[in-house]
């Protein structure tokens, strides 16, 4: 009597498990999108032209900057060409003025490490401005390089 028991529960196991993975099989193929990702990221870069400045553009300009230049050496050197200068990007409005804000720094394991805070327009990626670390304000580009000549 055992022993069917344990044959019915065994049965009706490996039943389930059978009945389990055609699901999520079919549920994967169900999940594939049928337009291809491609025209998503054409349709963003088309509301990045309608808006002026695009992300892209922002961070190309930044890395074109002989400051993140050099920490883009320093840093290439320091890990044997095994990283580069990340982002973090994010938007806000400062005296009507539409801003991105560009944190330029090395992304590890365990943290960010921030090298430089930057605010670019919107409209224009114009009128670059970067944090005083010491003051705590932003100044103009040329200022700032003005103030911290070596």
Request: aromatic share 8%; net charge negative.
């Amino acid at each position: 009597m055992k022993k069917q028991i344990l044959f019915v529960l065994l049965i009706s196991f490996l039943a389930f498990i059978s009945c389990q993975s055609n699901t999520s099989t079919k549920a994967k193929s169900d999940q594939i999108p049928e337009k291809p990702a491609v025209e998503q990221i054409e349709t963003s870069a088309k509301i990045g032209e309608m808006a002026g400045c695009s992300t892209e553009e922002a961070m190309k300009l930044i890395l074109a900057l002989k400051e993140v230049e050099e920490s883009k050496r320093n840093l290439d050197s320091l890990t044997d060409h095994k990283a580069n200068i990340s982002f973090m990007i994010d938007s806000l409005k400062q005296d009507g003025r539409e801003l991105y804000s560009l944190t330029a720094g090395y992304n590890n394991e365990e943290r960010f490490e921030p090298y430089y805070h930057f605010y670019l327009n919107k409209s224009d990626c114009k009128n670059i401005q970067i944090l005083d670390i010491v003051s705590g304000e932003y100044l103009s580009l040329e200022a700032w390089r003005k103030q911290n000549r070596n």
